[in-house]
T-cell receptor, first 111, second 116 residues
Framework: GDSVTQMEGPVTLSEEAFLTINCTYT??????LFWYVQYPGEGLQLLLK?????DKGSNKGFEATYRKETTSFHLEKGSVQVSDSAVYFC??????????FGAGTILRVKS | DAGVIQSPRHEVTEMGQEVTLRCKLI?????LFWYRQTMMRGLELLIY????????DSGMPEDRFSAKMPNASFSTLKIQPSEPRDSAVYFC??????????????FGPGTRLTVL
């Protein structure tokens, strides 16, 4: 079945460091891909998305490019801030309305 | 605009008791999703509705769990009887009608359930 694999956390970085959170997927077709963010005590919020190969989603300085050849959708940010500390979820949607989430990656940014 | 509203935000109950979680969709949305989040299993889809009709309940763990949409804007998730292993954070999410462009799911703040 469809699945999403994320790098394990927690990821701990200093402020202004470069961030990469790896995400790969398995799907029988060409799914839409998403990154969601969950701040402490809150629900998930859509961070960015891409719906077809080579699309780049971007928001709040975060970017991710849909790579069909490597079935990947890695999240990147050039300079993280303490306020980016959260849990990040990669997800796909294919063949219907259901989102399939990865396990989530905890990001901790220290000042 | 008000987002997805869930109540209660926290619930502590004893094993064997009935628990009812509530969710109010964003106005104009017509799809509703219930998720459960635990450290062990991550984020799991329990059930989702489209236009008040349950479409896929394959994630509902067992008969102790039931979900309803008595109207287009409101849903309940009931656990009867509750067990300690049901302790988790339960999220609902709503989505606008498809074809409008977004297809984004909007999550509520969650209900943290603790069953003693």
């Amino acid at each position: 079945g469809d699945s999403v694999t994320q790098m394990e956390g927690p990821v701990t970085l200093s402020e202004e460091a470069f961030l990469t959170i790896n995400c790969t997927y398995t799907a029988t077709g060409y799914p839409s891909l998403f990154w969601y963010v969950q701040y402490p005590g809150e629900g998930l919020q859509l961070l960015l998305k891409a719906t077809k190969a080579d699309d780049k989603g971007s928001n709040k300085g975060f970017e991710a490019t849909y790579r069909k050849e490597t079935t990947s959708f890695h999240l990147e940010k050039g300079s993280v801030q303490v306020s980016d500390s959260a849990v990040y979820f990669c997800a796909l949607r294919w063949r219907g309305n259901k989102l399939v989430f990865g396990a989530g990656t905890i990001l901790r940014v220290k000042s | 605009d008000a987002g997805v509203i869930q109540s209660p935000r926290h619930e502590v109950t004893e094993m064997g008791q009935e628990v009812t979680l509530r969710c109010k969709l964003i106005s104009g949305h017509n799809s509703l999703f219930w998720y459960r989040q635990t450290m062990m299993r991550g984020l799991e889809l329990l059930i989702y509705f489209n236009n008040n009709v349950p479409i896929d309940d394959s994630g509902m763990p067992e008969d102790r769990f039931s979900a309803k949409m008595p109207n287009a804007s409101f849903s309940t998730l009931k656990i009867q009887p509750s067990e300690p292993r049901d302790s988790a954070v339960y999220f609902c999410a709503s989505r606008p009608p498809t074809g409008g462009g977004s297809n984004e799911q909007f999550f509520g703040p969650g209900t943290r359930l603790t069953v003693l």
